[in-house]
């Protein structure tokens, strides 16, 4: 399975940004999806999660800004992002999990995901 991430770019705090993530592979449907993120000098940290029953877990300190939401074919994950703030600039990574933990409140660590995309820049101007 391959993912492949685009969108990515350059805002204003305040502004939006929509990133894609194209999965491919014959055995994508299996897995479930997500986005994680590493900042400017911190560790990769998990963003938006859909799980295996379609549950949408997001980290804290983007609920209420970023949505995260995937086609029924499940072969392309967004993550749209609004009201962006400049600690949001990071690189931003599409993740595929499989088999499917049963998260409930918030994201696996990074290595519970065992697919990765290249990721995409995403910088946010004040």
């Known amino acids: 399975v391959l993912l492949v991430e685009s969108g990515g770019g350059s805002a204003q705090a305040g502004g939006s940004l929509r990133l894609s993530c194209s999965a491919s592979?014959?055995?994508?449907?299996?897995?479930?999806l997500g986005w994680f993120r590493q900042r400017p000098g911190k560790e990769r940290e998990g963003v938006a999660h859909i799980t295996s029953t379609g549950k949408k877990i997001y980290l804290d300190s983007v609920k209420g800004r970023f949505t995260v939401s995937e086609n029924n074919a499940k072969t392309t994950l967004i993550l749209q992002m609004d009201s962006l703030k400049p600690e949001d600039t990071a690189m931003y990574y599409c993740?595929?999990?499989?088999?499917?933990?049963?998260?409930?409140?918030?994201?696996?660590?990074?290595?519970?995901?065992?697919?990765w995309g290249r990721g995409t820049q995403v910088t946010v101007s004040s």
């Open positions: 592979g014959s055995t994508y449907g299996e897995y479930c």
């Open positions: 993740v595929g999990q499989w088999p499917c933990l049963p998260y409930t409140e918030s994201m696996g660590q990074r290595d519970e995901y065992n697919l």
